[in-house]
């Protein structure tokens, strides 16, 4: 059963810095792999995806990359700002294509 | 485009009753998906339907039914309530025939049984 891991749970740094998230998990027999952004109290926003034949992503200020053989993939986050501050979670689809899997997600606070 | 709508936006139920949470999306998408967001457990797939006139079970499918109503609506039925089934729920839809596509997520409904 695939099961997706994000470390840390929660992240603080200061305005400006660059920062990388990270996302792993069990079965590397996956079709994509894709980043979303939460707010509080609000629903889901896709920010990168994936396919398994990609190394890289690169959306502004945003590079999500992809390693298969080892189960991991990071998202980094350059000169982060305050308006960065959300819940980051990475999904994993299955190789059938039927479902996501979720990690818990990653808090990143950026102070100002 | 509206995107993804989601109705109620907060309900309050008592243990036994019965509710539907509605969504609809105007993008022309083929696949749409019913989570539930747990602290401490994630994301989760309740159900999902790939194409209009298919429904799936996912990971926690106990104590639901869905209706694929037509290629833009999709709701998920809440029989006889249980406090285990406070949450919020999103729904999600897809372009694709799967869950290979981009996710578009609505906004949720918090759901609260007593």
């Known amino acids: 059963k695939q099961e997706v891991t994000q470390i840390p749970a929660a992240l603080s740094v200061p305005e400006g810095e660059n920062l990388v998230l990270n996302c792993s998990f069990t079965?590397?027999?996956?079709?994509?792999l894709q980043w979303f952004r939460q707010d509080p109290g609000k629903g889901l926003t896709s920010l990168l995806l994936i396919q398994s034949s990609q190394r890289e992503q690169t959306s502004g200020r945003l590079n999500a990359s992809l390693d298969k053989s080892s189960g991991r993939s990071t998202l980094y986050i350059a000169a982060s700002q305050p308006g960065d501050s959300a819940t980051y979670l990475c999904?994993?689809?299955?190789?059938?294509?039927?479902?996501?899997?979720f990690g818990k997600g990653t808090t990143l606070s950026v102070s100002s | 485009n509206a995107g993804v709508t989601q109705t109620p936006k907060f309900q309050v139920l008592k243990t036994g009753q019965s509710m539907t949470l509605q969504c609809a999306q105007d993008m022309n998408h083929n696949s749409m998906y019913w989570y539930r967001q747990d602290p401490g457990m994630g994301l989760r797939l309740i159900y999902y339907s790939a194409s209009e006139g298919t429904t799936d079970k996912g990971e926690v499918p106990n104590g639901y039914n869905v209706s694929r109503l037509n290629k833009r609506e999709f709701s998920l039925r809440l029989e006889s309530a249980a406090p285990s089934q406070t949450s919020v729920y999103f729904c999600?839809?897809?372009?694709?025939?799967?869950?290979?596509?981009?996710?578009?997520f609505g906004p949720g409904t918090r759901l609260t049984v007593t």
């Open positions: 999600a839809s897809t372009y694709s025939l799967g869950a290979q596509g981009e996710q578009y």
């Open positions: 999904a994993a689809v299955n190789q059938a294509g039927t479902a996501l899997i």
């Open positions: 079965d590397s027999a996956i079709y994509n």
